[in-house]
């Protein structure tokens, strides 16, 4: 009885709070048909601005995976003054409201900002352009790959790098041959949580994008500028992608986990 | 392929591993690092190995300053406690993972891994992972990926610690045997003097990071240079600031004059002979060893006061 009980608690406060919105975003967007939805899906808008969603996702997920796995093993393998600053840093843009991220990009790359005036001398525009909406996506989707794979990394210790290496292999080949082998599983994971954070990510972009529809406006940013001007089928089926995108993502991450004892 | 290690220290923050430790293997020997748990000897196994660097001293192996020279350059064969295995590699490649990144041709590498698949005894398991072995095999498999790049020096912590009495007696046997075929330098470290004693041609005593002692098995037990050697190889009763091996006594049921009275707590018989714990009037407890037939002859049993002679006795210098 305990057993159901419990499942019945769990299925329920998902379907509240997430099948329940999910299904009524779904609902509406396909009222009117498909043919509306897919109307208002294929205007240069919107096809610029998933374009643009996905630029700076394919930008923004190689360089945090790389710098993640960088990190956590620097976290969990060396010992350097300012590690446990760093272990501190990296989590920084979970606590960090993503609109202090875009204020706090405002005033490096303004025009009066520390950086601003490097790059404006250069004639390179960050704010209200691609750069800028890159470093701030970087930032709000920095923790996840260093978060998943230090625990991994702390799990299976260091005995088989070490043997590695007294069996001729460099820091590179144990790497490559060891280390990310064992690791792989953590690093696909937080891929896909970063992945999922890319696509997502409204509040910093929101700030430092300028918002111009057709060039600096991403799709999350297209869905309230649907809504704002009162085409709630348009933000809908925007919305409805985007729930799309993430839950393929979700169930490749699914597939590819491993099975049991082989990894 | 001789190893010399020359005056080494390491600290770890405030914790002094290993103090000015000097010790010579020679090529081809076969080396027993012992002592309790802290008292330096795998620091001292890892510096050999590379995989720590020393403070002080240099490590020379075959005539060769090795003390600069990385991990991976040091052509050393290390065997780790809990094997260390490559799990998501099979057993093929675990023992092929040093020929592999040195890029030797796939033939050869072929060749080597049957070779020591056989010399292992692991050829039906070759394609097996790490987790669907046991223990012994495992151990076994680390081993031969040890020895597939040719080392000039096989380095082995407390390589069967891990496994239970019977395989470990088992693999003691087999390590002794296998260096009598490959002739490779061997040290391995071990807190079992038993061990020891059992597998190596020499050992090296250590305590507190420092060489208490260097001697074949007989040496150490026959010779002892310290109170620290003395009971930590082989068991020793303290007799005030004498030193009596427990076969080395004698009892008598009549306390002759000279003899140490003692009460019999408990007598316990294995195969040829028995062992009597006994406690003195002073409340010090000693260990005896007698024949079976001697013990039948005094007809002893728990709670009787009995007399205890020592035969042979050591003193040292206080320290």
Known sequence: ???YALRFVALAYLAAILIAPLGVVFYRTFQDGFAAAWEALSTPE???????????????????????IICAIAI???RFPGKGLLNAFIDLPLALSPVVVGL?????????????GFFERHDIQVLFALPAMVIATIFVSLPFVAREVVPTLREIGDEQEQAARTLGASGWQTFRRITLPSIRWAVIYGVILTTARCLGEYGAVAVISGRIQGQTETATLRVEERYDSFDLAGAYAIAIVLALIAIAVLLLMTLVKPREGTA | MSIHVRNVSKNFGDFPALQGVSVDVAGGSLTALLGPSGSGKSTLLRIIAG????????????GEDATGVRVQDRNVGFVFQHYAAFKHRTVRDNIAFGLKVRKRPKAEIREKVDELLRLVQLEAFGHRYPAQLSGGQRQRMALARALAPNPEVLLLDEPFGALDARVRAELRDWLRRLHEEVHVTTIFVTHDQAEAMDVASQIVVMNHGRVEQVGDPTQLYDEPA???????????????????????LDLSPDPAPGAVEAQIERITRYGFDARIELVTADGSELLVQVTRERLEELELRPGQIVGVVALNERTFAGR
Not at chain 1, 46 to 59: D, G, N, P, S
Not at chain 2, 243 to 248: F, K, L, M
């Open chain 1, 46 to 68: 919107t096809i610029h601005a998933f374009k643009l969603t996905l630029i700076i996702t394919a930008i923004a997920v190689p360089l945090n995976t790389v710098f993640g």
């Open chain 2, 51 to 62: 995989l720590e660097t020393p403070d002080l001293g240099e490590i020379i192996i075959s």
């Open chain 1, 1 to 3: 009885m305990r057993r």
């Open chain 1, 104 to 116: 706090s990009l405002f005033l490096l790359y303004g025009r009066t900002g520390w950086f601003g």
């Open chain 2, 226 to 248: 310290s109170e620290f050697v003395m009971q930590f190889v082989g068991e020793a009763n303290r007799l005030g600031d004498r030193w009596v091996r427990p076969h080395d």
């Open chain 1, 76 to 78: 969990v393998r060396r």
